[in-house]
């Protein structure tokens, strides 16, 4: 039973990031409607970012967190500017095109600029743990785990409890009636595409604490966001928090239990992502 707890104990930790990640991914999509497969490159710049002030100024990943997000809000923003508000109406296909395209170029400048070695970031909490009861818990895992939780709780709050998260909100509903009446799609779009750029980057900082920083780090945590918005529904904000938790879960699960788990549990996101569109397609179907 301890071994259930704790294992359970581990998959809900997991998820803090992964709701990190897929929150952003979601509001890109529900909100700017537009599938932004460079999210995972964003998350990366911040890891870097992380691992660049730790290592040449000394600064703790955690205080450099509000740094890095507001670096890449902007690179966000900018990335709007010049790209993404100039396919909005085109079809579909050429928008994950343009996201697909800037993704690798991105990962390819990360490349050529910092090579493709690992680089990690050591903190004086890296070897601490918290005991729970008979359970115990990484530090640093738990820090990242309450920062998540804090941030998710300030993007929800302002989602419903702002002027901008209303507006937001009606953009996603109903754009031309946002504009009938008198809201600025254009600037919203502008705040949500930053915003969820934002959130990767922070995400990126945390995954530089508890793993490293490298080129190609954003990719699995980009997949497994995927994966927790089908679960979620398209854009279905509210729902990225429990489709999150039932993904750490499950991979926490597949790790202690299944022989050889810790290799099959980066699969578990692809029978997740298979089962929910087998189910909806069977009750579609009805």
């Known amino acids: 039973m301890e071994l259930f707890l704790q294992t359970l104990l581990n998959g ?7 709701a990190l990640v897929a929150s ?13 497969f460079a999210h995972g490159e964003f998350l990366m710049i911040g890891a ?27 690179v966000g ?24 395209g800037l ?32 359970l115990s818990v990484g530090g640093p895992k738990a820090v990242a785990f309450g920062f998540a939780v804090a941030i998710l709780a300030g ?39 930053a915003v969820s ?13 508890l793993l490293f920083a490298s080129p190609t780090v954003g990719l699995v945590f980009a997949l497994k966001a995927f994966a927790i918005i089908v679960m979620a529904g398209l854009g279905n904000l ?9 993904l750490g879960v499950s991979e926490a699960l597949v790790q202690t239990y299944v022989p050889g788990g810790g290799g099959w549990s980066d699969a578990v996101f692809f029978l997740l992502i298979f089962a929910t569109l087998v189910f909806r397609s069977f009750r579609g179907a009805r």
């Open 48 to 74: 870097f970012l992380a691992w660049a002030l730790s290592a040449y100024l000394g600064v703790d990943p955690l205080i450099s967190l509000p740094f890095a997000a507001l670096a890449v809000f902007g």
């Open 238 to 246: 509210t729902g990225v928090l429990w489709a999150s938790v039932v």
């Open 12 to 18: 809900l930790l997991q998820s803090g990031i992964y």
């Open 155 to 193: 993007l929800y709050a302002v989602l419903y409890r702002t002027t901008l998260g209303r507006q937001m909100r009606a953009v996603a509903q109903n754009r031309r009636g946002s504009q009938l009446i008198g809201i600025d799609v254009d600037r919203v779009y502008l705040i949500a595409f």
């Open 103 to 134: 993704g690798i170029l991105l990962q390819n400048v990360a490349l050529m600029w910092l090579g493709g070695n690992t680089r990690t970031v050591t903190t004086p909490y890296q070897g601490s743990s918290l005991s729970l009861g008979d």
């Open 24 to 36: 952003g991914l979601a509001l890109a999509v529900g909100v700017v409607g537009i599938v932004n």
């Open 197 to 209: 750029c934002a959130l990767a980057a922070v995400a990126g900082v945390l995954v530089a604490v």
């Open 77 to 100: 923003a900018l990335t709007y500017r010049v790209s993404i508000r100039h396919v909005l109406l085109a079809p579909e296909l050429n928008q994950m095109l343009l996201t697909f």
